[in-house]
């Protein structure tokens, strides 16, 4: 009977038991297990085994053992453990969550990540000189606004999150590691006040199907990307965020990949040698109510590589960058509402590339000015369509205003585009653009070749002097030959070696210049509607 009352009060375990039912749990994880030999007299890599040794040890520097004795310090790890000792290790390992405070230098946060539980808050001071891996779920560190984890070596992340869930990492700063932050492998972290630094790829990393949200974060000098989405990732971004001065572009969305500027945020992408925010393949990026910066970049403003971008009721700034302010290839830009300006930067303002669309809905207000070359390049079956409420200025840009080419065209049926004040052409269509034009559209000093197509009125200008389509021959062939007019009026040509004027036929649409490239000059004059 007294046999059986003792082998109830214990608990069937060994001091190394206990280990083992804590690992078990996933109260603990090996982590980086360090064997002194110093901590108990009983406890060392010949008494129990190395893993057992750190484990033990680590046990003792979170408090959670003070061993069978003190003087002399042991452990007693064959000695038998009561329910009630069992009771208080696996409390204070997977019982509720707690509050912990790490002091760096001094003490390990990496033992501290170790040893958490989901729920815990990992305070940390001071400046903390190692790399941490965290694979709790629902674990929080805390930098309390001074906190630094640094990396102390180019070569290792500072902070990486492997797959773990609701992980808060907050108002601290990580610096001086290959990646400062990565979260991968379908990790669902919060980035929050947060300053990333110095790292010699990345400032902050989403990889591998994770998520993340990111809120109040600056990340400043990396030697690639400042913030990278990628791999079928996504990622929101709120409040104040801002990435500059990475060798590569500031914000990248990549590989299938979501990003999304939520309401009220503040996205600043300056300064980098990269483009400022660059979204790229068959990714997405959206923002709503959102003010976007990204100036003063050593490349585009806005790069959109055969992908999507949607800004809704946003204000968008792309200026002083050294290549184009907007470039899209083979990608979709939708402006709704809101206000975009591309000004002041080293090409074009807007380059639309490779079977590219951009498009105003709403009441979008779009200002191209002041770019060395021209407000906007449309290339290879690309489009341009203003056709709602909205509003396109194109003004005082060197060269061409709206320059369409390759089978490129541009709808414009609202009569709220202003294409003026550049020198070299206001409208430029060249081989076989396409251009509709309605409205009161104001669009000075047109020039053409003879492959391009205007249907509609150009207001404000002398009459419209272009070139209507051969169907019937070539430019170099034999006289007459058969040009198409809006309407599918049809009309022949013949050749005037001194050219021909229009501007006697008020009222009608004319088509004049050099079918055949060379110094002979012809007229095709189409019947009035």
């Not at 990492?169 to 290959?178: A, C, D, Y």
């Not at 990269?274 to 790069?303: C, H, K, P, R």
């Not at 709403?362 to 021209?374: F, M, P």
């Not at 021959?473 to 309407?487: K, Q, W």
Request: aromatic share 4%; glycine share 14%; net charge negative.
């Amino acid at each position: 009977m007294g046999d059986r009352r003792m082998r109830r009060r214990d608990a069937g375990l060994t001091g190394l038991g206990v280990v083992l039912v804590i690992l078990l749990s996933g109260g603990l994880s090996w982590g980086q297990l360090t064997c002194t030999g110093t901590v108990f007299d009983d406890v060392n890599e010949a008494t129990v085994g190395l893993g057992f040794c750190g484990f033990i040890e680590q046990f003792s520097t979170l408090g959670i053992t003070g061993g069978c004795s003190t003087t002399p310090p042991l452990y007693c790890p064959d000695s038998p453990v009561t329910r009630g000792q069992m009771a208080i290790f696996l409390t204070q390992v997977i019982g509720p969550s707690s509050t912990k405070t790490v002091n760096c230098p001094g003490q390990s946060l990496q033992t501290a990540v170790d040893a958490a539980k989901p729920g815990d808050i990992i305070n940390v001071t001071g400046t903390c000189n190692e790399a941490l891996n965290v694979k709790t779920d629902d674990l929080t560190l805390d930098g309390l606004g001074s906190a630094i984890i640094d990396g102390t070596a180019l070569d290792q992340v500072v902070i990486t999150i492997t797959g773990a869930v609701r992980v808060v990492i907050r108002n601290l700063t990580v610096q001086n590691g290959s990646d400062g932050i990565l979260a991968t492998r379908q990790a669902h972290v919060t980035l929050a006040e947060l300053v990333a630094q110095g790292n010699s790829q990345r400032g902050i990393r989403i990889d591998s199907n994770s998520t993340a949200a990111l809120k109040n974060c600056m990340v400043q000098g990396s030697g690639m990307e400042g913030i990278i989405v990628r791999r079928s990732s996504n990622a929101t971004f709120e409040g104040t965020i801002i990435s500059q001065t990475s060798n590569g572009p500031g914000i990248v969305i990549s590989g299938s990949s979501i990003g999304d500027f939520l309401p009220a945020s503040n996205i600043t992408a300056i300064t980098n040698q990269g483009a400022g925010i660059a979204v790229q393949g068959s990714s997405e990026l959206s923002a709503w109510t959102a003010t976007i910066d990204a100036s003063s970049n050593n490349n585009q403003g806005i790069f959109v590589d055969n992908s999507s971008v949607g800004f809704s009721d946003s204000t968008i700034l792309t200026q002083g960058n050294q290549s184009w302010g907007v470039q899209l290839g083979h990608s979709t830009l939708k402006v709704s509402n809101g206000t975009m300006t591309s000004s002041g930067n080293q090409t074009d303002g807007m380059g639309i590339f490779e079977h590219s669309s951009f498009i105003l809905l709403g009441n979008a207000n779009v200002n191209v000015t002041q770019n060395a070359r021209s407000g906007i390049n449309l290339y290879t079956d690309s489009s341009i369509s203003n056709l709602y409420n909205g509003t396109l200025s194109i003004q005082n840009n060197p060269k061409s205003g709206l320059a369409i080419f390759d089978g490129s065209s541009a709808r414009l049926l609202n009569g709220r585009s202003t294409i003026s004040g550049n020198p070299e052409a206001g409208l430029g269509l060249f081989r076989g653009s396409r251009v509709e034009l309605a409205g009161n559209n104001v669009i000075d000093n047109t020039s053409n070749d003879n492959t391009v197509l205007i249907n509609g009125i150009l207001q404000n200008q002398p009459p419209v002097r272009t070139f209507a389509v051969c169907v019937n021959g070539s430019p170099t062939g034999s006289f007459p030959y058969e040009c198409e007019c809006s309407g599918g009026r049809t009309i022949s040509i013949t050749r005037a070696n001194t050219g021909c004027s229009a501007t006697s036929d008020a009222g009608t649409c004319f088509a004049s210049g050099l079918l055949d490239g060379g110094s002979h000059g012809s007229c095709c004059v189409c019947a009035a509607e």
